[in-house]
């Protein structure tokens, strides 16, 4: 079974940073994708960025490019999302995922852990 936990939400300043963290119970092969999500109140989820499990490589959306950096530990079957420069736009609840391929589609990613919450006050 596959479990994703995410950490690290909070209550921010605009302008200021968090961190978060998904640990995963099962480590990805290397051709798993891990993304971050994120859904505002009343708002459909949207992919933030990704990361291919073993090469590294990473994605963004065009919203969080130089303000956010998505990066994982292997040894650890870690995920982070280290969140700088933080708008109230950003505030939303994070989500986790495991994919098969890289998408910006939710739908593409199997499995979510259980989202962590980030409010930005302004």
């Known amino acids: 079974q596959v479990q994703l936990v995410e950490s690290g939400g909070g209550l921010v300043q605009a302008g200021g940073s968090l961190r978060l963290s998904c640990v995963v119970s099962?480590?990805?092969?290397?051709?798993?994708?891990m993304g971050w999500f994120r859904q505002a109140p009343g708002k459909e989820r949207e992919f933030v960025a990704a990361?291919?499990?073993?090469?590294?490589?990473?994605y963004y959306a065009d919203f969080v490019k130089g303000r956010f950096t998505i990066s994982r530990d292997r040894a650890e079957s870690t995920v982070y999302l280290q969140m700088n420069s933080l708008k109230p736009e950003d505030a939303a609840q994070y989500y986790c995922?495991?994919?098969?391929?890289?998408?910006?589609?939710?739908?593409?990613?199997?499995?979510w852990g259980q989202g962590t919450q980030v409010t930005v006050s302004s």
């Open positions: 995922a495991r994919g098969n391929s890289y998408s910006v589609s939710p739908t593409s990613y199997s499995y």
């Open positions: 099962v480590r990805p092969y290397s051709s798993h994708v």
């Open positions: 990361v291919r499990w073993g090469a590294g490589t990473t």
